[in-house]
């Protein structure tokens, strides 16, 4: 069973207006990380924002949010007042234990001016 | 930036030559891992260390090995390249594996294999 589950392969979003990009994790343990990764078309891996499975309220980042429902166990990611730059491949991760990350699939985010 | 270098950044190798991958970090971090991006698979484990000379597997280990004979570098080798290990291959960093420990990862190394 997938640990990590992004089911929007490709989203588009207008400029300025906010955007979901959805995640749901599989895990038994109480204590576990949940964590998104940024990918431009240049490649490079850029972390943006992490949840504790302890934390209490949804953790937020400038303009990036994370929905945090455990209960759901979903940790959607928020991206108000999109810009063109962030046109890219977004990854959901998380970590159990003392396990590297294990990551989802991806969704790949257009921005459309 | 966290202080992370792979070596080399593109290569073209043919079928059952072997191929070593580089990566090399500045930031003295204890925990280093190996992942393969593919489209439709994100990304996947393929080893890991967690100490020099401490190693485990990750998902996709088959036809990989790992090296780690110094804290900054760990090395991964393809015995003999097929093309199914055709892909982009990541290397990270962690300073801890708690859960709150992000990875940083290093500007990956693209790997076509004829």
Request: proline letters at 3%; aromatic letters at 12%; a negative charge.
């Amino acid at each position: 069973a997938q640990k990590i589950t992004q089911t929007q392969p490709g989203m588009f979003v207008q400029e300025k207006e906010a955007v979901t990009l959805d995640c749901t994790y599989d895990t038994s343990d109480q204590s576990y990380g949940l964590f998104w990764y940024k990918q431009p078309s240049s490649g490079e891996m850029i972390f943006l924002i992490y949840q504790g499975s302890y934390d209490e309220q949804n953790a937020t980042e400038g303009r990036y949010s994370l929905n945090f429902q455990k209960a759901r166990k979903s940790a959607n990611l928020v991206i108000s007042a999109s810009q063109l730059g962030d046109s890219a491949m977004y990854f959901c991760a998380m970590r159990e234990g003392n396990t590297p990350l294990v990551f989802g699939k991806g969704t790949r985010l257009s921005v459309i001016a | 930036d966290a202080g992370i270098t792979q070596s080399p950044r593109h290569k073209v190798t043919e079928t059952g030559t072997p191929v070593t991958l580089r990566c090399h970090q500045t930031e003295n971090h204890r925990y280093m891992y190996w992942y393969r991006q593919d489209p439709g698979h994100g990304l996947r484990l393929i080893h890991y260390s967690y100490g020099v000379k401490d190693t485990d597997k990750g998902e996709v280990s088959d036809g990989y090995s790992v090296s780690r004979s110094k804290t900054e570098d760990f090395l991964l080798t393809l015995e003999s390249a097929t093309s199914s290990q055709t892909s982009v291959y990541f290397c990270a960093i962690s300073e801890s594996s708690h859960i709150s420990y992000e990875q940083y990862f290093g500007p990956g190394t693209r790997l076509t294999v004829t």
